[in-house]
């Protein structure tokens, strides 16, 4: 007997068609409407405010931020407004008065900030006031700029991390930035649903870029007094960096995705679903990790040659660094050197990605590879330090 029976794909045309041409709407009129990006003046928000602006995709744009002195954009669609997220009444005000439609908290403060308390009022107190504020005022979209770190158990190798990697309970040896990123992911993800409020959370890695003051800056200065020619470890291990404009455009990607899935009526097929769920974010092509030092070096006329680098084994180097570590603590009554044994650790390890799901789902593919993008980052570098000696 013939079986006449259509195939199965062909009987959920008529759920996933609906699907996407909601989808195709969001995508091509680009309008998420009145946009909150909060941490809009760092490195990662101030390229989501940049990218936003390029792709015509708000109709105004709210910056809220604990200090918007760097990195403002001189546009009429583009506001800015001084406070914090810890404070969920500076919160609230900041959000009912832009009548946002959307969210993109990209906050954080630097993973090595001396107060671990500040990390927590930020990572976990401060995310938990922009999600209630978000529901009471109802509004659709929360993207969440989470970490790699969060699937991190320790300073060991991540071969291609994928999101059914389970989340250890003390990522990266108790690390108060890892785990306070991995309770606030957590939170977003939770409040996905409530009062109609759709979240995802993005997990970057490494970022770089034009306003980097950390990565390429310190490249920069190693090349500069010559420490970029000595190498932890074999310096062959492959690591993952983001370019900051990438993961903008992810950002962007996901809360177009959100939008369009909160204005569908019919259900959103499993393989396809944003909501609820967390994506990995790099560049998609990892490098050996001093690689990018060496590329630092020839966008300053100082390229190092093969003959030239020192490898130099990890357990020597974090000896020396925890001597300075205390000595500097001892010194400065409670200061931090600029390069810590923890610091040295991630240099040598394996740190590579699995960012399938990001291009499956949000439709991410990186538009500026790590060579331009170091171009762009040092280029960024050289005309502002000029400015400043000025």
């Not at 770089?208 to 190498?231: P, Q, S, Y």
Request: negative net charge; charged residues 20%.
């Amino acid at each position: 007997m013939i079986n006449h029976a259509p195939p199965n794909f062909l009987k959920e045309i008529p759920i996933i068609i609906p699907f996407l041409s909601a989808l195709a709407v969001a995508l091509i009129m680009g309008d998420l409407g009145s946009v909150v990006v909060i941490g809009g003046c760092g490195l990662l928000g101030h390229h989501v405010v940049q990218r936003l602006l390029d792709s015509n995709a708000a109709t105004l744009i709210t910056v809220l931020d604990v200090s918007t002195s760097q990195n403002r954009i001189v546009n009429p669609k583009v506001r800015y407004t001084t406070g914090s997220i810890a404070s969920r009444a500076e919160t609230l005000t900041a959000l009912r008065t832009a009548q946002a439609k959307v969210i993109i908290n990209t906050a954080s403060p630097d993973p090595l900030h001396p107060v671990p308390q500040v990390l927590k009022d930020v990572n976990i107190t401060g995310t938990q006031n922009v999600l209630d504020c978000a529901i009471e005022l109802g509004i659709k979209i929360h993207v969440y700029t989470s970490s790699s770190e969060v699937v991190q158990h320790a300073y060991d190798d991540i071969i291609w991390a994928n999101e059914t990697w389970p989340l250890p309970e003390h990522p990266v040896n108790g690390s108060v930035y890892s785990r306070s990123k991995q309770i606030g992911e957590e939170l977003v993800l939770s409040a996905n649903g409530k009062n109609g409020l759709r979240t995802a959370a993005l997990r970057p890695c490494t970022i770089f870029g034009e306003g980097d003051r950390v990565l390429t800056k310190h490249c920069i200065d190693m090349v500069n007094d010559g420490r970029a020619k000595f190498h932890v470890g074999t310096g062959r291990n492959l690591y993952d960096f983001v370019y900051a404009g990438n993961a903008a455009d992810a950002h962007i990607l996901c809360a177009k995705k959100l939008l369009a899935e909160s204005e569908s009526e019919m259900p959103v097929p499993e393989d396809l679903r944003v909501s609820g769920e967390a994506f990995f974010i790099t560049n998609g092509d990892p490098w050996p990790f001093w690689e990018f030092s060496r590329a630092v070096a020839m966008e300053l006329g100082k390229p190092i040659a093969d003959k030239e680098i020192w490898t130099i084994p990890l357990g020597v180097v974090c000896f020396f660094a925890v001597v300075v570590e205390w000595v500097t603590w001892v010194v400065t009554a409670g200061g931090r050197p600029s390069i810590t044994a923890d610091m040295l650790k991630y240099t040598a390890e394996v740190r590579t990605f699995d960012i399938g799901k990001s291009k499956k789902r949000l439709g991410y593919e990186p538009r500026v590879g790590i060579e331009e993008g170091v171009k762009r980052a040092v280029a960024w570098h050289l005309v502002n330090s000029a400015k400043t000696e000025n």
